[in-house]
């Protein structure tokens, strides 16, 4: 099992995911998701997104959109996604990063903290709202040091062996996969690209 960065053939994959999962789909670009895929398969078992935000009040990183298929749940797959993106905003010198979520707990044996609306970002302020209204009432905001975040060897040692509870026989790639709807043979997303 390994995460790597999403390609732009997956952009069909991600958008069918993210929206079973009803995770945030706002300004959409594959380049900015990692995929954690398991190496004897080939198949993909979650996903996450780190998103840049640039305002007047300077740049800023939020993780967000972070799934994980349900037979690969429980098993550190969203905590190798997590780690990933985190070390994706290291790389681009970023001291914090936010989520807004309900999973609170989750988020938090990584060093997570909860953040009052008061010490986020104006523009996490408001789309702390919009997700409240439109995906997750309960949602709040999060950050973390990127210098305190904190892998549990728990979820390390899952990750390693970690196998799917169950066989969906689902192909690998079909015509979903690169943006075809196999009933009409049209393009299914436009992302705007």
């Not at 895929?37 to 990183?61: P, V």
């Not at 210098?147 to 390693?160: G, I």
Request: glycine letters at 8%; one cysteine or more; proline letters at 3%.
């Amino acid at each position: 099992m390994y995460v790597r960065d999403a390609k732009n053939r997956e952009e069909v994959w991600l958008l069918d995911h993210i929206e079973e999962m009803g995770l945030d789909e706002t300004a959409f670009r594959s380049r900015d998701y990692v995929v954690a895929i398991d190496e004897a398969s080939g198949e993909k078992a979650g996903f996450g997104r780190i998103r840049i935000h640039k305002t007047d009040e300077g740049e800023f990183c939020e993780l967000t959109s972070i799934g994980v298929l349900d037979s690969w749940r429980r098993q550190g797959v969203g905590a190798h996604v997590v780690e990933r993106l985190v070390e994706h905003a290291r790389d681009q010198s970023f001291e914090t990063v936010y989520s807004l979520t309900s999973a609170t707990d989750y988020l938090a044996q990584f060093g997570f903290e909860g953040a009052d609306a008061a010490d986020l970002p104006d523009r996490l302020v408001e789309r702390l709202e919009t997700k409240r209204e439109n995906l997750d009432p309960d949602a709040v905001g999060m950050r973390l040091a990127v210098a305190e975040f904190e892998m549990p060897d728990r979820l390390r040692e899952r990750f390693k062996g970690a196998q799917p509870t169950d066989d969906d026989g689902e192909p690998e790639e079909s015509a979903e996969d690169f943006g075809i709807d196999p009933d009409s043979a049209t393009y299914k997303y436009d992302t705007g690209g």
